[in-house]
């Protein structure tokens, strides 16, 4: 989604609920996506990627979706944790040599 | 764990003055970024560079400048402080495959008076 100045869109879930984050990325040419976690103070840090010849992934706790046909991208967190608070950021890699260009982040609250 | 170093972590300096962001990493990474990013939004692209002796400007005007000389190394320099460069720059680095993930450092958080 897209962020509008300092106020985040704001995803809070209950500790051990399941999280889904959205993303819409804007060029259907796109062949590479990745999903950051960003915490407080520090740099985004790489959760998991998906390339375009794929509609899904899982990692550890985590499963990204790729849907081509209307541009979309979410990430699916199960049984969120405490210390996956954070803002989480998508990313299409629009043309060959690694450029990436970000989405607008989501920021997730997780209350315990 | 990604091993990238930016150096300082924050920076408050006046206008006017010449500031060197310093990068690092010790992957043998060919490709290395800069990017800026306000606080609580998207990062913006403003440099980029594929290897020694290679720079090129992203996507975002910046009035900074770049250098690659060694491999692991990619600073950022402003000639003259302004307090419109007040941002938090994050320096990241990928292999040179392509549809590679970048890594990233914590970023330098500078503040011009």
Do not use: I, V
């Given at each position: 989604g897209e962020s509008v100045g300092l106020h985040l869109p704001t995803l809070s879930v209950q500790e051990g609920d399941n999280s889904i984050i959205n993303c819409a990325y804007s060029?259907?040419?796109?062949?590479y996506f990745i999903w950051y976690k960003q915490e407080s103070g520090k740099g985004p840090q790489f959760i998991i990627d998906i390339r375009s010849n794929m509609d899904k992934r899982q990692g550890q706790r985590v499963t990204v979706l790729l849907n081509k046909t209307v541009k979309h991208l979410s990430l699916q967190i199960a049984a969120?944790?405490?210390?996956?608070s954070a803002v989480y950021f998508c990313a299409e890699?629009?043309?060959?040599?690694?450029?990436l260009t970000f989405g607008g982040g989501t920021r997730v609250l997780v209350k315990p | 764990e990604a091993d990238i170093y930016q150096t300082p972590r924050y920076l408050v300096i006046g206008t006017g003055k010449k500031i060197t962001l310093e990068c690092s990493q010790?992957?043998?990474?060919?490709k290395m970024y800069w990017y800026q990013q306000d606080p609580g939004m998207e990062l913006h692209l403003i440099h980029y560079s594929y290897g020694v002796n290679s720079t090129e400007k992203g996507d975002l005007s910046s009035e900074s400048t770049v250098s690659r000389i060694r491999t692991e190394h990619f600073p950022l320099t402003l000639e003259s402080a302004r307090p419109s460069h007040t941002s938090q720059y994050l320096c990241a680095s990928s292999a040179g495959f392509s549809n590679q993930p970048q890594h990233f450092g914590d970023g330098t958080r500078l503040s011009i008076l």
């Open positions: 060029n259907s040419a796109s062949d969120t944790q405490p210390g996956d890699n629009q043309a060959a040599g690694n450029k | 010790t992957m043998g990474h060919d």
